[in-house]
């Protein structure tokens, strides 16, 4: 059997590896803490909180362009409406674009890729969000099977490694690696 080289990075190969296919096979959950983003702390404002800040920025502005359509204090007039437009934009306004923005970004992207890298000392799984990194003697059992490859922790997760991801001699190539996987 041929040799595996590593290089100085300590990665054999890389697969890249849509997360449905991956995680398919696995009961265990663990594989779904690749996908989940990093949850945002809820800075979400109590209803009445909001309705008063809201009033008094709208009190702030009109105060002020009152005053300014008058004529009399132009300074205070221009102060005023400063404050009603910083009210509104800190406390209504800002809050609710982003959480517009964070609500749009997941249903982007449909079914995330997940790289998994077959290193000197460990198969780490990588996503946009997480790295989930296993060491060779977790390894409890792999399987070839016509449609791809079974990796098979000793924690209960399970990546499924389907043919089309393997180009060439990837798969022959990952093969050999698990066969000398102890030697490793």
């Known amino acids: 059997m041929a040799e595996i080289e590593f290089a100085d990075d300590d990665e054999a190969f890389t697969l890249k590896v849509p997360f449905s296919d991956v995680s398919r096979y696995d009961s265990s959950g663990r594989m779904k803490e690749l996908v989940k983003p ?3 702390p809820k800075q979400e404002m109590n ?3 909001r309705f008063v800040v809201t009033t008094v920025g709208i009190f702030f502005l009109m105060v002020g362009l009152i005053g300014f359509g008058s004529g009399q204090n132009t300074l205070a ?3 005023c409406i400063f ?3 910083l009210i509104i934009w800190t406390f209504v306004a800002r809050p609710e674009m982003q959480k517009r923005k964070a609500a749009a970004a997941p249903s982007e992207v449909k079914d995330p890729e997940v790289s998994i890298a077959f290193g000197k000392r460990s198969i780490s799984m990588r996503s946009a969000h997480k790295e989930l990194k296993k060491d060779w003697t977790e390894l409890a059992e792999y ?3 016509k449609k791809g490859m079974h990796l098979n922790f000793s924690d209960g997760t399970e990546a499924y490694l389907p043919a089309d991801a393997f180009y060439g001699d990837e798969l022959k190539t990952l093969t050999t690696l698990l066969q000398n996987k ?3």
């Open 38 to 40: 990093a949850e945002l």
């Open 47 to 49: 209803p009445v909180k």
């Open 77 to 79: 007039s221009i102060v």
């Open 83 to 85: 404050f009603g437009i």
């Open 143 to 145: 399987r070839k099977t």
């Open 182 to 184: 102890k030697i490793v």
